[in-house]
């Protein structure tokens, strides 16, 4: 089983939608979780830090779930910007310093 | 530019031959990281070091590869007999150190093993 498990998706949605992910990992002893954007051929970007009582940033709410080990990401109005994949992060819990990423999920904006 | 940089920012290099990559931290970082990526999968975990110290390796990382933080400032990984499996693209990342995880990326090298 992999340790941060996403759905590929692609998401395809009308601009203005809400979009929302799902991200779940396997290590209950991990404490950072966060949610990067990559571009097509560009690195990854921090997007948001998820702490445990949830966050939020403009149009994008992170949301943490240690019972059920899963961290989730909201965006509402979504925009054709927002175009892109977006990768679940997760500290691997074994060693505080290794940082474990999912495989993403491609979200794709339609006019 | 204070951010992450690497270099070469592309690598075209035929099997079998040795190749050797450099990423320059962001400078007050202590912690740096370094991934693979392939077409449609996220980062793949490498190794990554602690200062000059190297604290963890990916089983992926085979004995073909070696990185090196000598000083504690710039890395270098090194692929020897390269492979067509090798061709991917290579990040580097680091961050602050201490409980901050934020990780900040370098535009990476892309390998190609022909």
């Known amino acids: 089983r992999k340790e941060v498990e996403q759905d590929p998706g692609p998401f395809n949605v009308p601009e203005g939608a809400t979009v929302a992910f799902n991200c779940t990992y396997s290590?209950?002893?991990?404490?950072?979780f966060f949610w990067y954007r990559q571009d097509c051929r560009k690195e990854p970007k921090l997007l948001m830090s998820?702490?445990?009582s949830g966050n939020e940033d403009g149009r994008f709410t992170a949301q943490l779930n240690r019972a059920s080990q899963y961290i989730s990401l909201l965006i509402r109005d979504s925009k054709l910007s927002d175009s892109a994949t977006y990768l679940c992060v997760v500290n691997s819990g074994s060693s505080a310093s290794k940082i474990i990423f999912g495989s993403g999920t491609r979200l794709s904006i339609r006019p | 530019d204070t951010g992450v940089s690497q270099d070469p920012r592309h690598k075209i290099t035929k099997r079998g031959q040795n190749v050797t990559f450099r990423c320059d931290p962001i400078s007050e970082h202590n912690r740096l990281y370094w991934y693979r990526q392939t077409l449609g999968q996220g980062p793949e975990f490498l190794t990554y070091f602690q200062n000059e110290a190297q604290l963890e390796k990916s089983r992926l990382l085979s004995d073909r590869f070696s990185a090196e933080r000598p000083k504690g400032s710039f890395s270098t990984l090194e692929i020897q007999r390269t492979e067509q499996g090798d061709s991917a693209m290579y990040l580097c990342?680091?961050?602050?150190?201490?409980?901050?995880?934020?990780?900040?990326f370098g535009p990476g090298t892309r390998l190609t093993v022909t």
């Open positions: 998820v702490y445990s």
């Open positions: 990342a680091s961050t602050r150190g201490g409980l901050t995880y934020e990780q900040y």
């Open positions: 290590n209950s002893a991990s404490q950072s």
